[in-house]
């Protein structure tokens, strides 16, 4: 874990735009996230493994394994934020890169730090 936030310091990721010039993906921090799913706002895709969702979870989150991850199954709702989250922040990277070469237009928010720093921030969660 340590090395994870070392790397995530010395290499911060940087909103990218998708093809068209259309979409981004950005990171936002927990509060955020929190406030977003609090108030209903927010669609969460977990990109994590089952047995890593089972342990723990966000509330009403859509698992959506980064093993097997399908962009179809991402449920599109131009009323709500879209956010992925990962463990610790770098799978949903890859996650939100897939969604844009799937054809995905909109923003895509990362939770800065994935479900441990949701946990730190006092964000719920279901066992």
Known sequence: MLLCTLIRRLFPAAP?????????????DPAT????????????VDVREPHEHAAG??????????SSFDP???????????????????????AA?????AGHTGTINRLRGGFAAW??????VER
């Open 33 to 44: 996230a929190i406030e977003l799913q609090a108030s209903g706002k927010a669609v969460i």
């Open 57 to 66: 979870h966000i509330p009403g989150a859509i698992l959506n394994p980064l």
């Open 97 to 101: 890169e897939r969604m844009m070469t």
């Open 16 to 28: 990218s735009a998708d093809q068209t010039g259309t979409g981004a993906i950005r990171q936002i």
């Open 72 to 94: 179809s199954r991402v449920p599109a709702d131009p009323a709500k934020h879209l956010v992925f989250h990962c463990q610790g922040g770098m799978r949903c990277g890859s």
């Open 119 to 124: 946990v730190n921030a006092g964000g719920p």
